[in-house]
């Protein structure tokens, strides 16, 4: 088995000449990440076998290409797609920066919005799809990273059926701003994503707002962080990213690192250092940063001459106007600030904008008294972490904004409002005045959290799902059809003496009809159920969320017994109806308002309103208007019920809010509470899943009907398959009466 990874960029960048290139390893978040877990992998993938695919970081001249693609396979297993600069200029600074970076990071006034550069991210992600599968091996596990590549998964799955997994490095934000894309961009790109196997992301809050968002574009529906989609099943996941804990820890003891430090301690040596460490993005904040730290200068004349900020801006997306922008606040406000509170002997401010190498990153990391890591909002925040990780002194304080998803794991940092600029002044004050034994107590906790939740955790933590998620999909395409296992089925039954068929109705005993009560049962299917349940070895149950006077008018033998309403009634064999649940029905009629008003809005659509629930039906209503209007209904009936005994749920062209007691699953613990030694067991839908995971191990032939994940352990393609394979079990023991019996009873008639 080998890791393919995909990133936009590759971990080295290719500097081209004229007539000759040269490699350097590239530096960010996702880089550093990756190359420090890769190793930690050998337990996936034999001998940590792996290749990074990935644009190389500038255009190559096409006479050089293949020399650096010897060259890249050759020395860092890596392998270039070379991207056409105009292409590259709509994918990269167009579409990815210019539109999904600022309107992920939820400030969609920046955003802009062009049909070429969308073409341009389309057909780049379908470069990606064509180079990749074209070294796919059959055993291979793909890893697709970051926002830049949201098209891939499902080109990828579409060329070669491989386990694929995708992490997002940034936010995902709420419906309302995702919604700002243009509609066929946002469904592709939903589409796309969900071509995975496993998707990633830092935080609940980014995996709530992915989910939410593809209910309500593409009205899909999840349960417990999956998707069913198609016949595949997608795992939603939280893996918060870290970093290699022990490489900035033990940072200081590399020579050069020390006399670095050193240095610093002596350049110092009056001053305490404040640090502020990014990539230029108007994100990071850096801007409310330096009016912080005016603030702070203006409160406290007393440590003037005391304090240094130390500000290393490191260069990024230059070409991309709203970086150009921030640059020119961020360079004025410095100059404003070091001419306003400077002096010949102190400069309050030393600001440098370039790329420090490791060494120089990591000394400052250690002497640097204070780190302020405020941005606006920040998908993670890796810089956080390797400050807490190089302070081996356990000797710093980090001030971090609570817009940062490192927030959500730093908790003992100081945590601010990144827009609150007093707040951030003060906690400046608050930071310079901390005991040693408090700074001590806190960096402890966090280091010693970072040490074990580092990066190697989070690549394995993912890694792991994909395999897992892999092998349950394997699971499920070996599931045999009923017809294959009808002999078996046939020898168990005959044995038995003790028999139970639990029955859904729609969908699995019949066909879905365009209206619910055209869906009768044909005389045939009443006389198969009759003949089962006459055996007296045999309980046979029917458990549908239909109404217990349609259903009971429709199977009027009473050897059937029936769990209607999703078992809010029972009527057992030879008796009458009884409640199983206790009347509580206030909300009914606040929720059948709600549906009122959609039901006015989605032509052909009804409400039917049943004792423990009310079912919004659409079947009938035009594709467009059900899509504008269901996903809605559907979020505000969530919405309304959320925290109370009522579930909302899908069902077949149709919404259903029910009383979270009238359950199938629990109501067929009521039958499996006693022995039997058959069972069979059908169902179609997302509900039945539930009885099929109550029923025990062994003895158990559980059918689902239909495509799609199922517990069921066996499938069947359509109703006719269960009723044939009853109808089977039915002739069988079934014993013929002799001739002057029927005789007799026809001189009785
Ligand atoms: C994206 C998401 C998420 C910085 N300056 C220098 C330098 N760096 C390195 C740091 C750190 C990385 O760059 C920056 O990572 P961040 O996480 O802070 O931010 P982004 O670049 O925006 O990363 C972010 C991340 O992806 C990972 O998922 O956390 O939220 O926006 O590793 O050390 N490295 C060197 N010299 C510098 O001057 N050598």
Known sequence: MRLVVISNRLPVTVEGGENEVSFRQSTGGLVQGLSASLDSLKDYTKEAEYVWVGWPGTNIKEELQEKVRKDLQKNFRALPIFIDENEMTGFYLGFCNSTIWPLFHMIPSFATYSDKYFEDYVNVNKKFADTVSNILRDDDIVWIHDYHLMLLPQFLREKKDVPIGFFLHIPFPPFEIYRLLPKQWRASILKGVLGSDVIGFHTYTYMQNFIRTCEKTLGIESEFGKFKVDNRIISVGVFPISIDFEKYNRATENKSVKQEFENLKNTFKNEKVILSIDRLDYTKGVVNRLHAYEQFLEKNPGWHRKVCLVMILVPSRIGVYKYQETKNDIDQLVGSI?????????????????NLPFESLTALYAKGDIILVTPIIDGMNLVSKEYIASHRDLNGVLILSECAGSAEELKK???????????????????????????????KSLQDYLSKYDVKWWAGSFINKLMESHKEKIELEKKKDVNEIKSDMIKDYSMAQKRLFLLDYDGTLVNFSPKPELAKPPSNLVKILERLSKNTKNDVVILTGRDRETIGGWFRNPDIQIFAEHGAYLRQKGEKWIRMLPVENGWKEEIAHIIKIYESRVPASFTEMKDFSVVFHFRNAPEEVVQQEIPELYDVLKTLTSNTGIVVRKINKGIEVKSAMADKSIASLYFLREPYDFIFAAGDDSIDEGIFKNLPKRDVYSIKVGDGFTYANYRAKNPEEISLALKELSSIEYPKKPFWRRLVEIIKR
């Open 338 to 354: 070091n001419g306003k509170f400077g002096a010949i002997d102190w400069t309050p401010i030393i600001y440098q904008f370039k």
């Open 413 to 443: 940092a100081i945590i601010v409002s990144p827009n609150d600029i007093s707040e951030v002044a003060d906690a400046i004050k608050r930071a310079l005045e901390m005991t040693i034994e408090e700074k001590k107590s806190i960096n």
